[in-house]
């Protein structure tokens, strides 16, 4: 049962009711009990105790998502193609070898493996999309610059949902169901061109002093994006690359992937709907994580030197663990082995930056944590998923602030699931409305069942 957090959750349960068998339903015989509390708090403080025994909708089959497919043995597929495969077939700049974003676009969308010359095109008109109203800027620039940067950033992305196509035609009332996917894809198009643009200025007015840095049309859309956050580097424009493909969808059952799929089967538009992924993709348990370990990286350093041993690793793994906390970027909810994302960016790593003390501590900590989180015996995937390793390879180029490093992860997203809500149009996907139970309706199951 999905509903529990395990078989004692679920003996839990089942003891409570056993020993209510008096009374028909166990829920009402909680309310039924008085309490001397006067304040709701303590009220609260009373009762929550006694039901927190749920879990959640973790590995239930019910979402259509065609642009990628996660299997927990291999990893992520995009349409069918594996990251190596795709790092073999897209094109990839003239000066690089990383596939580019705009290459993977194309293929999310079709199904097809795009053309030097189709993705060329489709670079430009990106591009010439990339058009930011004013009125974004004053809508970012009424936040305190103090604000988190996925505040400010999805903030900026509702702004833009002034220009919807999808709402204009919809509320025209002249397009016919079996079209909607056609203003769905001018949104967008648009939306994936500009959140580059929002993106970078909320850098630059964040670290920058507010400094902006135009959009190069001549660039491709990864290194454009680093162009504008002020890292023209060749190296970095290459990891800005691959960063963007390796992030830009994870099947729809995630957080923000399945938010903005919810919102959008509303006939919200893309930019409503992708504004709610974001809000889903700013949380701890999603793509915040991949600043926090950057900072817990960071920790062990001013802890123990940047010449830590393993032993020393060990130890200090260890006091994560027994203080109660997890070791950032280790375990993912779908994937039971290293996740390939991972992977590629530790062959980025060892290419181009084998000497960097921070890649060299990642590098001890594959070897030291799967272990460990082994012999804990509380975790079903103890390997390191895309998290444990973006942080450092930005780092390494000059993008040292953790606390931005969702707005990327946001960024490229907006493919994967801009691409999805296309189709989720095209086919004409309905409204999600799952079925929802309360605890007596549980207590009544689990009473049937014994």
Aim: neutral net charge; aromatic residues 8%; contains cysteine.
């Amino acid at each position: 049962m999905v509903y529990f957090r395990g078989v004692s959750a679920i003996s839990r349960l089942r003891s409570r009711v056993g020993k209510q068998s008096s009374l028909s339903n166990s829920v009402r015989w909680l309310q039924m009990q008085s309490s001397s509390e006067l304040d709701l708090k303590s009220q609260l403080q009373e009762i929550i105790p006694e039901q927190q025994v749920l879990g959640g909708m973790r590995g239930m089959t019910g979402l259509l998502w065609e642009t990628s497919l996660l299997d927990a043995e291999e990893g992520i597929r995009f349409r069918g193609l594996s990251i190596p495969e795709c790092q073999k077939v897209l094109p990839s700049a003239q000066s690089g070898e990383e596939p580019l974003p705009e290459g993977l676009l194309w293929l999310l969308l079709t199904g097809k493996v795009p053309n030097k010359e189709q993705v060329e095109a489709l670079s430009k008109e990106l591009a010439r999309r990339a058009v930011v109203p004013d009125y974004v800027y004053k809508a970012i620039n009424a936040l305190p610059s103090t604000a988190h940067p996925m505040t400010q950033f999805a903030s900026g992305v509702m702004a833009l949902q002034v220009q919807s196509e999808f709402q204009k035609a919809y509320e025209k009332g002249d397009v016919h169901k079996s079209k909607f996917w056609e203003p769905t894809f001018e949104d967008a198009l648009n939306l994936i061109a500009r959140v580059p643009v929002v993106a970078s200025y909320v850098y630059r007015r964040m670290y920058k002093d507010g400094s902006i840095i135009p959009l190069d049309d001549s660039l491709d859309y990864g290194a454009n994006f680093s162009h504008m956050l002020g890292f023209d580097s060749p190296q970095m424009k290459e990891l800005m690359r691959l960063y963007v493909t390796i992030h830009s969808d994870h099947e729809g059952g995630n957080v923000s992937a399945h938010a903005g799929h919810l919102v959008g089967s509303a006939l919200s538009d893309p930019y409503l709907s992708f504004a709610a992924a974001l809000n889903g993709l700013a949380g701890p348990l999603h793509g915040l994580a991949n600043q926090e370990v950057l900072l817990w990286i960071k920790s062990v350093v001013e802890e123990c030197g940047e010449n830590i041993s393993k032993e020393q690793l060990k130890d200090y793994v260890w006091k994560t663990l027994n203080s109660g906390k997890v070791v950032p970027g280790y375990g993912h909810g779908v994937l039971r082995k290293t996740d390939p994302r991972y992977v590629c960016q530790r062959e980025f790593a060892l290419k181009h930056l084998p000497d960097d003390p921070l890649f060299q501590l990642v590098s001890k900590l594959y070897e030291v944590v799967p272990p460990i989180l082994t012999e804990l015996g509380k975790v079903k995937n103890p390997w390191p998923n895309v998290d444990a390793h973006s942080g450092v390879l930005l780092n390494y180029y000059g993008l040292t602030e953790a606390r931005y490093y969702t707005v990327l992860f946001g960024v490229s997203r907006s493919l994967g699931i801009c691409s999805q809500l296309i189709w989720d149009r095209a086919l004409g996907l309905p409204l999600e409305r799952p079925k929802s139970v309360n605890v007596d309706w549980l207590d009544n199951f689990v009473r049937s069942s014994r």
